[in-house]
């Protein structure tokens, strides 16, 4: 098992009131990601574990694409990763920051 961590400056924070979020499954060609408030919140931390040895920059390019393009400040991030491809990846990512940022339940 692999395990990642990056910590990447995101502006921009992400709304709501919702303390974690949980999306998708940890199956052949899919993942499952824990999307939970952080204590900074101008970053975003993101610890990705996966058999996928060697991926490292592919990794750093997925995340730092998604951070780009979403309000991810004040998020901690954990990816348990099992063969998901890019796009999978960066559906996933989506789906935890839209359900964190919905009113807590």
Do not use: Y
């Amino acid at each position: 098992m692999e395990i990642l961590h990056f910590d990447i400056a995101a502006p921009i924070a992400a709304a709501g009131t919702r303390k974690m979020a949980l999306v998708g499954v940890v199956a052949s060609g899919n993942l499952e990601v824990l999307v939970e408030r952080g204590d900074a919140p101008d970053r975003c931390a993101i610890e990705i574990s996966t058999a996928a040895h060697g991926f490292r920059d592919l990794w750093d390019a997925v995340v730092a694409d998604f951070v780009g393009r979403r309000a991810a400040g004040g998020l901690r991030i954990a990816i348990n990763d099992g063969g998901a491809r890019p796009d999978t990846v960066s559906l996933r990512l989506a789906q935890g920051v839209r359900m964190i940022e919905e009113p807590e339940a």
